[in-house]
Each structure stands twice: as structure tokens, then as C-alpha cells.
């Protein structure tokens, strides 16, 4: 048996103590289990996303109506020629919003995204929704307990989610 000494074996051995330390020392502090609570908070709107009709996916994720603001700036453009990725994104003067979502009523599944806003979050999102065909794109942002709204008629010219 080879035995090494010197700066190698220093090295090596503080090397596998911090590992250790590592390992068994950070699941005993109190910040190691919060995104686990975090997590465990926020469950994912499963039943929202399977909803075919777009007042029964915010009723499932919401439980309420929203109502038309003109605070909820929805942009997407009058006419997509590539259905499959349709450019999309909202932005709010609102205070508190906690969540932002689309909603398409012709879409297979009308929850077409659903965003939460941590609080402190410049309360904007923008993406790229498939569409099916020529549809209202609805924007609909939770803040401070009520929920607002935007409204745009988009229309697919090709290559929607449908065919």
C-alpha cells in the first residue's frame, strides 16, 4: 500500500472534510427547507389547464370573474402568420399583482399560461402561445385580490396548434 504525504494528501483531505461538511451540514439549517414549503404552496393548477372552455379555466384557477382595466396593457400582434408561435405580453401599472395568465377560447385548452409574480416583481411577462386559429387572446392579472383584464382578437393565418 501506497501512502501519500505532503501537499497532495493536505489537500485532498481537506477537500473530502468540506465535502462532508457539505453534505450533512446544510440539511440541519433552517434555510435548506424552504423551497420545499415554498413549493408545497403553489400547486400547479392542473385542473385549470385541462379546461376546454375559457370561463370554466378561470373559474378552475381563479374562482372569480375578472373585470376589463385599462391598467393591463396586453400586446399580440392583429394578425400571426405562424400560429405555432404567436408573440404575446402583458404589463400592468397595477400595485400587488401575485399572477398573470392567457387565456385562448379557441385553443384545445383554453389556459394557454399561468405566471406567479413574486411580490417586489415588475409585473410583466411576455411569451410565444400556440393558437389553433383566430381567436380572443385574453390577459387576465390577479392584483391586490381582484382581477383585471385585456381583451385582442388575434388571427391565425397558418400553422396554428389545430392544423
Do not use: H
Not at 42 to 52: I, S, V
Request: with cysteine; aromatic share 6%; charged share 20%.
Amino acid at each position: 500500500m501506497t501512502t501519500t504525504t505532503g501537499p497532495l494528501a493536505t489537500r485532498r483531505l481537506i477537500l473530502q472534510g468540506a465535502a462532508c461538511v457539505a453534505v450533512l451540514g446544510l440539511g440541519n439549517l433552517p434555510f435548506a427547507a424552504a423551497p420545499a414549503r415554498a413549493a408545497a404552496n403553489d400547486k400547479y393548477p392542473e385542473e385549470a389547464f385541462k379546461q376546454k372552455n375559457e370561463a370554466d379555466a378561470i373559474k378552475a384557477l381563479y374562482g372569480k370573474t375578472a373585470e376589463p382595466s385599462d391598467k393591463v396593457k396586453l400586446d399580440a400582434p392583429e394578425i400571426a402568420e405562424n400560429g405555432g408561435v404567436v408573440p404575446v405580453s402583458v404589463t400592468t401599472t397595477l400595485d400587488k399583482v401575485t399572477s398573470i395568465s392567457f387565456f385562448v377560447a379557441e385553443n384545445p385548452f383554453a389556459l394557454a399560461a399561468s405566471y406567479k409574480i413574486a411580490d417586489g416583481t415588475l409585473p410583466g411577462v411576455a411569451n410565444r402561445l400556440k393558437m389553433a386559429k383566430t381567436s380572443n387572446l385574453v390577459a387576465i392579472v390577479e392584483a391586490d385580490g381582484k382581477l383585471y383584464s385585456a381583451t385582442k382578437e388575434v388571427k391565425v393565418t397558418v400553422g396554428g396548434c389545430g392544423g
